[in-house]
């Protein structure tokens, strides 16, 4: 059912309508950079699951389709496997390659529905490096024990490659006006589609049964302090992900500016620190600004 018209004719749709097109939403693309790269090594004579993992690890499309394949075909495993390098050897390089084949590329799909130019390659680099620093703000607290804070970081805004990907037309409306609004993204994403990223991406995710950490991360990532459980790692993505936004490195796609102070006030430093001891904040905020530094080189060489 359709609920109501925008100007330019997108109509936002009731929530049967976004399950219907989520069904048929195909596998979710790749970055071009990242596939060549793949399957460049795919194809030497000389490969290793370490390499394979380090590019599939820049890819949140690429890593959720791991992820799910792995643990589809071995569904008997007593724990999900929750490391992409144990996906990798698990799977094999024969089956990596036909998931690389068949992975549709965001720039092309871009180009063939005339869609907004959305800039893909610095919304990779959001991903990633908030990825990067999920894993510096957990460090903070607690050693991860897997990567799956890497994962939940890398995945936190898959709901915007869903919504390009299976809503391109609202996704064109919703960045022609995100380009120029004081309104926040979310406000505007539910205004035109009838729903956000945050609760999108984790639909997208639940249906396609991947591990809860990943779900959570996609539906709480902006409000980590409602999260049913994960909440430290959830508060981490949270913080990493306004560090990026202050800092300007990549693009969210959200441009509304992100101050110092909105950092400092999130609500996930609360559920890192919960006794408000001050001192170890400053501490920690001190060696985030320092990985900050280092990241735009980082994340320049990675796509
Ligand atoms: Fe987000
Ligand atoms: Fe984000």
Same mark, same amino acid.
């Given at each position: 059912?359709?609920?109501?018209?925008?100007?330019?004719?997108?109509?936002?749709?009731?929530?049967?309508?976004?399950?219907?097109?989520?069904?048929?939403?195909?596998?979710?693309?790749?970055?071009?950079?990242?596939?060549?790269?793949?399957?460049?090594?795919?194809?030497?004579?000389?490969?290793?699951?370490?390499?394979?993992?380090?590019?599939?690890?820049?890819?949140?499309?690429?890593?959720?389709?791991?992820?799910?394949?792995?643990?589809?075909?071995?569904?008997?495993?007593?724990?999900?496997?929750?490391?992409?390098?144990?996906?990798?050897?698990?799977?094999?390089?024969?089956?990596?390659?036909?998931?690389?084949?068949?992975?549709?590329?965001?720039?092309?799909?871009?180009?063939?529905?005339?869609?907004?130019?959305?800039?893909?390659?610095?919304?990779?680099?959001?991903?990633?490096?908030?990825?990067?620093?999920?894993?510096?703000?957990?460090?903070?607290?607690?050693?991860?024990?897997?990567?799956?804070?890497?994962?939940?970081?890398?995945?936190?805004?898959?709901?915007?490659?869903?919504?390009?990907?299976?809503?391109?037309?609202?996704?064109?409306?919703?960045?022609?006006?995100?380009?120029?609004?004081?309104?926040?993204?979310?406000?505007?994403?539910?205004?035109?589609?009838?729903?956000?990223?945050?609760?999108?991406?984790? +639909?997208?995710?639940?249906?396609? /049964?991947?591990? &809860? =950490?990943?779900? *959570?991360? @996609? $539906?709480?990532?902006?409000?980590?302090?409602?999260?049913?459980?994960?909440? +430290?790692?959830?508060?981490?993505? /949270?913080?990493? &992900? =306004?560090?990026? *936004?202050? @800092? $300007?490195?990549?693009?969210?796609?959200?441009?509304?500016?992100?101050?110092?102070?909105?950092?400092?006030?999130?609500?996930?430093?609360?559920?890192?620190?919960?006794?408000?001891?001050?001192?170890?904040?400053?501490?920690?905020?001190?060696?985030?600004?320092?990985?900050?530094?280092?990241?735009?080189?980082?994340?320049?060489?990675?796509?």
């Amino acid at each position: 059912m359709i609920v109501s018209s925008t100007q330019s004719g997108v109509s936002q749709l009731d929530s049967a309508e976004i399950d219907s097109r989520l069904e048929k939403c195909p596998s979710l693309p790749s970055l071009s950079s990242i596939n060549k790269a793949l399957q460049g090594l795919l194809f030497a004579e000389q490969r290793y699951a370490a390499q394979i993992s380090e590019i599939i690890r820049r890819d949140p499309s690429l890593t959720a389709r791991l992820l799910r394949l792995v643990n589809s075909v071995y569904y008997g495993l007593s724990t999900p496997v929750n490391n992409i390098e144990e996906a990798v050897f698990y799977l094999g390089v024969r089956q990596i390659r036909q998931l690389t084949m068949v992975t549709p590329i965001i720039e092309d799909f871009q180009r063939l529905s005339c869609q907004c130019s959305f800039p893909w390659r610095e919304f990779w680099q959001h991903c990633i490096g908030t990825a990067i620093l999920t894993r510096e703000v957990v460090n903070l607290v607690q050693s991860p024990p897997d990567d799956s804070d890497y994962i939940a970081g890398l995945v936190h805004d898959v709901g915007k490659i869903v919504m390009a990907w299976g809503f391109p037309d609202h996704f064109a409306e919703i960045h022609r006006r995100a380009a120029h609004a004081t309104q926040a993204l979310s406000d505007i994403e539910t205004e035109i589609l009838g729903i956000d990223h945050s609760q999108l991406g984790a +639909l997208y995710l639940q249906r396609h /049964q991947l591990p &809860d =950490l990943m779900i *959570r991360s @996609a $539906r709480f990532h902006h409000h980590p302090e409602q999260a049913d459980g994960d909440e +430290l790692i959830i508060a981490s993505v /949270q913080i990493a &992900d =306004l560090l990026m *936004r202050n @800092a $300007r490195i990549g693009c969210s796609g959200n441009f509304i500016e992100v101050t110092r102070e909105q950092c400092l006030a999130a609500s996930g430093w609360r559920v890192l620190f919960p006794d408000q001891a001050s001192a170890e904040q400053t501490i920690a905020r001190a060696s985030l600004d320092r990985c900050l530094e280092r990241l735009p080189s980082v994340l320049e060489g990675l796509v």
